[in-house]
């Protein structure tokens, strides 16, 4: 990788591009400068020697305010060097003027993300792509490092039960860290317990046969079967919708959460779950 694709000088024109919407995928960092402005000369070169020693962690996008007023107005500037710090589209964070380079490392530092972050990202793209044991492995090393890590800990929950570890799945619902992530791990705690009385059970025949069908789907999950576990819940819910108080929904939307919206299987499941139930 080049050093011309850390730093980026923007436009009016390719802002929408090179900083909104890239701001979607890594924070990008833009200076707000002028070349007759002499705190601008001694802040630029440090912006850039960090984007380069960032190796891509975060893009720095320089805005030249003569050449492009529109955006000076846009985003309230009104000195300079002002340098603002986009994540998810919007202005995250920002400071004016030609800071000292600790202050500037900190800033730098608060929006690039931590060697943990990098390790959660990259379990979750084994979870995406339905490597549930190697996203077990992964997330479990990160959370094991830090109990506090919910991400880490929702990955590795989430891995359990597209195994169909339900005992240890329930144990980590159990001992879940605070965080944003928590509200989640709740949701899959019908997933989990379900799992778990199967783990518990084994291969017993069951005179119900909804609950025999119930437990073979679950096993399905186990065996990495979703579609044939997915279709033996929309057929237990065909014969009575509130079988368990309807536990074969909450089991299906759990997931959905899991393998995310963009998978093919929620986009057919969540219509089939639809028709069944309205």
């Known amino acids: 990788m080049s ?26 960092v833009v200076d707000f400068w ?7 000369r001694t802040l630029g070169p440090l912006l850039e020697r960090l984007a380069i020693e960032a190796g891509g962690s975060f893009l720095l996008a320089k805005v030249n305010v003569d ?20 994540k998810q589209g919007q202005v995250e964070t920002e400071f004016l003027g030609a800071q000292p380079e600790p202050v500037v490392r900190s800033f730098i530092g608060n929006l690039a993300p931590s060697e943990a972050e990098i390790a959660v990202e990259t379990a979750r793209s084994l979870l995406v792509t339905h490597h549930w044991e190697q996203a077990e492995t992964s997330f479990r090393e990160s959370f094991e490092k830090d109990e506090t890590n919910a991400p880490a800990a929702l990955g590795l929950l989430e891995s359990l039960l597209m195994q169909g570890k339900g005992e240890e799945a329930l144990r980590i619902i159990e001992i879940f ?19 778990a009385e199967v783990e518990e059970i084994g291969t017993r025949d069951l005179e119900d046969p909804l609950a025999a069908e119930l437990y073979q789907a679950a096993r399905l999950i186990g065996l990495g079967n979703l579609p044939a576990a997915m279709d033996g819940m929309l057929d237990i819910l065909r014969e009575q919708k509130d079988f368990r108080d309807g536990l074969p929904k909450q089991v299906l939307l759990s997931l959905f959460a899991i393998i995310g919206d963009q998978d093919t299987l929620t986009q057919r499941y969540r219509n089939e779950l639809a028709s069944v139930l309205f």
């Open 3 to 28: 050093f011309s694709e850390y730093i980026l000088n923007v436009d009016e024109a390719t802002f929408e591009d090179e900083v909104i919407l890239r701001s979607h995928e890594i924070p990008v």
């Open 34 to 40: 002028a070349p007759w402005c002499g705190p601008c």
């Open 67 to 86: 050449e492009n007023p529109g955006l000076s107005v846009r985003y309230g500037v009104q000195g300079i060097p002002a340098v603002k710090a986009f």
């Open 177 to 195: 860290p605070p965080g944003n992530e928590w509200v989640a791990a709740e949701r899959h705690k019908t997933l989990a317990a379900l799992l």
